[in-house]
């Protein structure tokens, strides 16, 4: 059974979206390169309302359709002056996307071409369209890329503050250890504005392997059959059979049956034979990356040769590092590598070469990642958490503003209640904060020298915060 860390429900029921509280509308969401909907599947079980998805490829929109509902298209992004004013008319609140990342990628040339070009063409959407919101994925290279410097110029210039970090997907209820950029926006935010909320969505601990797994690489018993051509391998999770013979071995020459509880595993791996115990997991590495790796780690990050076998050059040298030899290994399906991405069981790939399901699977944006961090946004939209307050702040108020312990505590709740009357937000313009502030001050009817000693915290916290930013 596939367990999703995040919480969510698997199976039939893994695409539906997460119940808004009752006066609670959705957010709308327009996703670009959508592939197989990876995204879009987190983004719904967090609560929102996908309106529509595009992508290139005519089997990725096909999967997408079947499993998330029939509102995704082909269409080449490329051709901005066609596709903007569309969704513009949609008026979404938020836009998301991971433009293609292989000029980016460790694993492809990394150099910047046409492909690297659909990272300003995903901020010309985003300017275009103006929503409320915005979240872009890619491979943790793009953030020093030239294409991702000219695009953040525009995304600041329409008027956004920028939360922009590397995530471990492995902390974010995934079995992989998938470094990736996240750049989320807001209008009118300073940035950063969102970078404690998702640090402090992450676990303590990386997911590991056996979350998917669980222990049938080694939970199996073997019960002699009473006749030939009946089955051997029961499942510990399972009834056995009625015990006659059950202390006999497994004997070298037993054909493998297909109602065999480890069938699959054995199979899987050409090499092993059946009484052969298989300790590890194969994933074909890049580079002198190493192959093998154990239920109680995450996977590495998933790519389209994930699966493949390894080869005997490998066999014969493998890494230092792996903790069981590949020949033994255990040979990853294709399905396998689905849920280590985090798609449900029941995700329908049908219709589609074996070759590009293995290419979707691996760009995929894994949807409990996504799911959380949309569940960090939808928190935040609904002023549900707001910006921490740096214990750096304190000691510059100590020692610029020689303030006592007690008066640099008072300080730091005002700027935190400052921050709850703002509904979470962390406003660039200092005008449109100021006006913000004396509109909820009405709101709340506070005492006039409650409202004075806010304002003050505030105008200090910003003197702070512009000090650090010109590094003074």
Known sequence: MFLDAAGLK???????????????????????????????????????????????????????????????????????????????????????????????????????????????????????AAPEWFVMENVQRARNSAAWADAREMLKHAGYGLTQLVVNAAFYGVPQKRQRLIVVGRRGERDGFLLGSIQHAASSEPMRLRAVFGDRLGDHVYNHPRTPGRRGVWSVDGPSPTIRNARRPQPASYEPHPNDSNYEIVTSCATSSPGDEMTGLYFRPYHDARGVYSLDEPAPSIVRTSRERPRSSYIASPHPDDPSPAASAYILTQKDTSRIQGFPEDWDWSGCLSRDIDQMIANAVPAPMAASLGREILRRERGESHPGVPGNFGQWLAKEKKMAPQMVA????????????????????????????EAAFEQESLAKGTQSEIRRALRQFREWQEKVRSGI
């Open 410 to 437: 008072n300080a730091k709740w005002r700027v935190k209640r400052a921050r709850q009357l703002l509904g979470g937000r962390d406003l660039q313009c200092s005008g449109a904060e100021a006006h913000a502030l």
């Open 10 to 128: 698997v199976a039939s029921s893994a695409t539906e979206p997460a119940e808004p509280e009752i006066g609670q509308r959705r957010l709308r969401v327009v996703e670009l390169y959508a592939g197989a909907g990876g995204m879009g599947l987190g983004l719904r079980r967090a609560g929102f309302e996908l309106v529509r998805a595009y992508d290139h490829m005519q089997c990725a929109v096909d999967v997408y359709n079947r499993n998330l509902g029939y509102h995704a298209v082909v269409a080449d992004l490329g051709n901005v002056a066609s596709i903007a004013p569309e969704i513009c008319k949609l008026r979404p609140d938020m836009i998301v996307g991971g433009p293609p990342c292989q000029d980016f990628s460790p694993a492809g040339a990394r150099i910047e071409g046409e492909r690297a070009n659909h990272t300003r063409t995903f901020a010309l959407y985003v300017c275009a």
